[in-house]
């Protein structure tokens, strides 16, 4: 599981540092699962993150263009290792002042469901 | 008459003029809550603490087991005694210039009844505040009194009582023997002339 | 077979001797902070209690909590706030505030070295400054600071303790006045401003200094050759008004302040300083009459800087400097970038030369900003993040706080090499060796003040106190002896040898000093007075009793106050007094102390009152009765003692 703290060369290729090592996307959007994953996100990520902006932490818009959905739901539900072994997430936790990405203890198919909304956002 | 001061009569009794600098008894009360220990020092004109609230501290203590307050203003000795201490140092002074035996023998008697009748008006007071309790008091244990000791270490409950001489109870001994020595060296220097 | 054996027995001896030395590493430092019971503590330590607005007092090694003291929040436990004597401490020029968040203690010195006469703490929201007598422990005056908001850099002292200071975290219209919060850059100004100990050590602000307005965070005074200078860290010098997280955090360097108050003093001998309408408080407790009293200031004199030239000049600092911490000898000004990995480390022998070459890179409203390069003595790289607060040691090292990776670094002052490394349990904010801001640390122990405690001790629900660890920085590596919980938010501390404060700590107050009008002096003067509907009980307590404890003749709706006088002259010997029904605290009286209890009665009826300090074997029957009447009522007032009324 640790083996791609190593590799930051390909994005797409880290599936970052967590419990997530395997995401099935559908070949559709699941639309019930996203609203679900909209709602999710808009009270326990919207603090800190706005779709059309760099706020206290970077925009999800997009974000499966840069990163694999491995990565993205270890970020969600393993930030405090993410930030400390992960290099992309390290680089990001730098830039964005040292502002440390809170765990917000989602279950994983609640962060499941957050990348499914993040689907959506292109 | 002699010609010479007897020097050491002279001693003996300006050292009595000691007893208004220092305490003649020290009687110490200890118990785990007082660890330093609440002192009270017993002089010829006085009664002092450590200081100067530690009677009414004691007196705190005392009226739980019903012992009467202790005022030095009822001590009548304490206002008499200064002026017998005061009287035997000048008569000493003047028997130790007359230097005659006889004289610094009746001296040396004199203090001695003197100290013993101390020692036994102290000792009753002692016995007084001890034993003379009050029917009220909110701790009565049956047979017991707070008489501390004349001289040693008593248990009085929780607290450990110590009673010694304390500097000018040394004072008035130290007096007492150099006064006896006196009477001593007089006797010889006259068997010798 | 036989080489199996011999090397199992080998791994097994291996095994062995890895455990004992890890029960020996536990046996030392167990031992190292072992306090026999009875024995004395080596240091004092004084935490901040934060949010909790209170001191908490601590032995170290050991650990042992002594006390609680309270300054800027009313305690029930000890009636401060409650009782008429102290609700004047908490006055400000809003009112009585019963609360505020007290972060930085600060010993006050004697040629730079502790002295043990007072500690000084600040509150931050509404700001204001105490001052805290050490020989009682008590808090005996508190200063107002006016023109500020978020009194964080303070109460920084000079070596002699000359002056305290008070730097504003926030920027606002100077002086206060309803303006668009969008007009922070027209109207907002900082403050920095130098409260003076006169010879009685009573407070009161000397001069403030406008500054421009930016977030004035943290500061330090020079000691030493630098003696006559303080130094402020700022940030948010983008001067943004919102999302300060994202808004103040643009600026590759903000600035150390550095203030040359013997200058102010000549600028102000001169007659430069501009008086301001204002309106201060200053309330100051009598040791004597047991009572505080309130003083209103109405102006305030500012020296700005564009006419004092030489007042004050910005060091460039990179990332929000947090702390700004000056060695023992004075020369080096070390900024704590928080939102760095590095350490800046400034010389004031270069910053002296840099004035007197006029090595300036531009000027800031009459604020000349020195060559970054100039200054430079060196930087720390360390590999940590977060660098927060720095203390020295008396060898020449320095130890720094870093929040982010949680650790406190020890490096040498000097060369800057970093010299060992220690994990805090967690994310620590400040840390305190004794004497570690002065000229001569103590060194030999260092205390880190964590923000966040998770699961080091038994959990204790959603909110948990915060958890502060000490260090043997006695050897080259440090060790860490003993993890321990704190009050509230244990913000800074300041630590101090047992010795230089325990021979002044007083025992009793004496009954013969005590001027408090309401006082009396013995039993035989109890008694109770009425006035219209005011009504004062001049009551006493000694053991076991109160004089009087029957009292008649109060009616709905007085205005009874007790004035308590507690006779005992006998060491740890208080009293306390408690009314059913009183919309009230305790009183607790030291010996000696006349303390007052205000007290509405609501209802007719006979109200219990009695000792909430188990003070003997007779505690217990330490109480009394008050009667109170219809309003109406014609029953006259009388009172008694061991007799019925």
Redesign the interface.
């Known amino acids: 599981m640790v083996e791609t703290a190593e590799e930051p060369e390909d994005p797409m290729a880290n599936k970052g540092i967590g419990p997530v090592s395997e995401v099935t996307l559908g070949a559709e959007i699941d639309e019930a699962m996203a609203a679900e994953g909209k709602s999710i996100f808009e009270t326990m990520c919207a603090a800190c993150h706005k779709i059309d902006e760099k706020?206290?932490g970077p925009s999800p818009k997009g974000i499966l263009k840069r990163r694999s959905p491995e990565w993205v739901m270890n970020m969600i539900l393993n930030p405090e290792q993410m930030i400390k072994e992960d290099p992309v997430a390290k680089a990001l936790f730098i830039e964005f002042?040292?502002?440390?990405m809170a765990n917000q203890n989602l279950t994983e198919d609640q962060a499941r469901k957050v990348l499914e909304y993040f689907r959506t956002l292109e | 008459m002699r010609r010479r001061i007897n020097y050491l009569m002279l001693i003996a009794s300006l050292l009595l003029v000691l007893l208004f600098v220092f305490p003649l008894w020290r009687i110490t009360l200890t118990a785990p809550q007082y660890p330093d220990g609440i002192s009270m020092f017993i002089w010829i004109n006085k009664i002092t603490g450590d200081n100067?609230?530690t009677l009414?501290?004691i007196n705190?203590l005392n009226?739980?087991v019903g012992m009467q307050y202790i005022v030095p203003e009822s001590i009548p000795e304490l206002t008499y005694f200064p002026y017998i201490i005061l009287f035997m140092t000048a008569a000493g002074v003047a028997v130790a210039f007359t230097n005659n035996k006889k004289l610094i023998g009746t001296w040396l008697v004199t203090m001695l009844i003197l100290g013993i009748l101390g020692i036994y008006d102290f000792y009753l007071w002692e016995y007084d505040y001890g034993h003379n309790l009050s029917d009220k008091a909110?701790?009565k244990v049956p047979g017991m009194a707070y008489q501390p000791p004349l001289l040693g270490t008593k248990m009085l409950l929780n607290f450990k009582a110590d009673s010694y001489p304390h500097w000018g109870g040394a004072v008035l001994g130290l007096s007492i023997i150099l006064s006896y020595v006196a009477l001593i060296k007089s006797r010889f220097s006259h068997e010798k002339s | 077979m036989l080489t199996l054996t011999g090397l199992f027995v080998f791994s097994a001896c291996k095994n062995g001797m890895k455990q004992n030395s890890g029960i020996l590493n536990n046996q030392s430092a167990a031992q190292k902070v072992y306090v026999a019971p009875g024995e004395h503590d080596e240091y004092y330590a004084f935490f901040s209690g934060g949010f909790s607005g209170q001191v908490s007092v601590y032995g170290l090694p050991s650990g042992r909590l002594l006390k609680i003291i309270p300054v800027f929040s009313v305690d029930a436990e000890k009636g401060y706030g409650f009782n008429e004597e102290t609700k004047p401490m908490l006055n400000t020029s809003f009112g009585f505030v019963p609360w505020d968040d007290a972060h930085h203690p600060e010993l006050s010195q004697t040629n730079g070295i502790p002295d043990g006469r007072w500690l000084f703490i600040n509150g931050n929201n509404t700001p204001r400054i105490a001052k805290l007598d050490l020989s009682t422990f008590e808090t005996t005056e508190i200063i107002e600071i006016p023109n500020s908001g978020g009194n964080h850099s303070s109460p920084f002292t000079t070596e002699n303790s000359e002056y305290v200071v008070a730097g504003t975290r926030f920027s606002v219209p100077f002086p206060q006045k309803d303006v668009a919060i969008g007009s922070y850059k027209d109207n907002f100004k900082g403050a920095l401003s130098f409260i003076k100990l006169d010879e009685d050590g009573h407070m009161d602000i000397a001069f403030q200094v406008l500054v421009p307005g930016y977030d004035y965070d943290l500061a330090h005074s020079g000691k030493g050759k630098s003696h006559g200078w303080t130094f402020f860290t700022t940030y948010n010098s983008e001067q943004s008004h919102t999302l300060k997280?994202?808004n103040a955090?643009q600026n590759d360097k903000d600035f150390i302040a550095a203030v040359n108050w013997k200058k102010a003093e000549e600028y102000l001998a001169q007659g430069k300083a501009q008086d301001y309408p204002t309106e201060y408080l200053i309330n100051r407790y009598d040791e004597h009459s047991h009572t505080s009293t309130s003083i209103t200031r109405n102006s305030v004199k500012v020296l700005i800087p564009e006419e004092c030239p030489g007042l004050i000049y910005y060091l460039p600092t990179p990332k929000s400097p947090h702390g700004v911490d000056v060695d023992p000898t004075g020369e080096y000004i070390v900024g704590n970038g928080k939102?760095s990995a590095d350490l800046t480390v400034h010389s004031f022998d270069k910053m002296m030369t840099a004035i007197a070459n006029e090595a300036f890179e531009e000027t800031i409203d009459g604020i000349p900003v020195l060559k970054f390069e100039e200054v430079l003595a060196g930087t720390v790289s360390s590999g940590g993040?977060?660098p927060l607060h720095t203390e020295f040691d008396a060898d020449g090292n320095a130890y720094t706080t870093f929040f982010?990776s949680s650790e406190v670094v020890k490096w040498k002052v000097g060369s800057w090499e970093v010299l060992d490394r220690a994990p805090c349990y967690y994310s620590v904010g400040h840390l305190m060796i004794p004497g570690g801001d002065s000229k001569k640390p103590w060194g030999k122990y260092l205390v880190a003040l964590n923000k966040i405690t998770k699961d080091r001790y038994l959990p204790t629900g959603p909110e948990m106190n915060h958890s502060a660890q000490l260090y043997d920085i006695s050897g080259d590596k440090m060790e860490m002896l003993l993890d321990f919980p704190t009050v509230g938010e244990p913000h800074y501390g300041q630590g101090i040898a047992a010795d230089v404060i325990k021979n002044r700590s007083k025992k009793?107050y004496p009954l013969n000093d005590n001027t408090h009008p309401h006082n009396i002096k013995s039993e035989a003067e109890a008694r109770v007075e009425r006035d219209g509907d005011v009504v004062r009980i001049y009551m006493t307590s000694?053991?076991s009793h109160f004089a009087p404890d029957n009292i008649e003749g109060i009616k709905v709706g007085d205005k009874v106050y007790v004035h308590l006088t507690n006779l005992?002259?006998?060491w740890d010997t208080p009293h306390g007094l408690s009314i059913m029904g009183a919309r009230n605290a305790e009183l607790l009286v030291m010996p000696g102390q006349t303390e007052t209890l205000y007290w509405e009665p609501q209802k007719p009826g006979v109200y219990p009152f009695y000792c909430t300090d188990f003070c003997?074997?007779?505690h217990q029957?330490m109480q009394g009765y008050i009667r109170v009447s219809e309003a109406t009522s014609d029953i006259k007032l009388s009172w008694s003692l061991g007799e019925s009324i």
Request: glycine share 4%.
């Open positions: 706020f206290i002042n040292m502002s440390p | 100067e609230y009414q501290n705190i009226h739980y909110p701790i | 997280e994202i955090s939102l993040l977060g982010i009793i000694i053991r005992e002259q006998d003997s074997a007779l029957e």
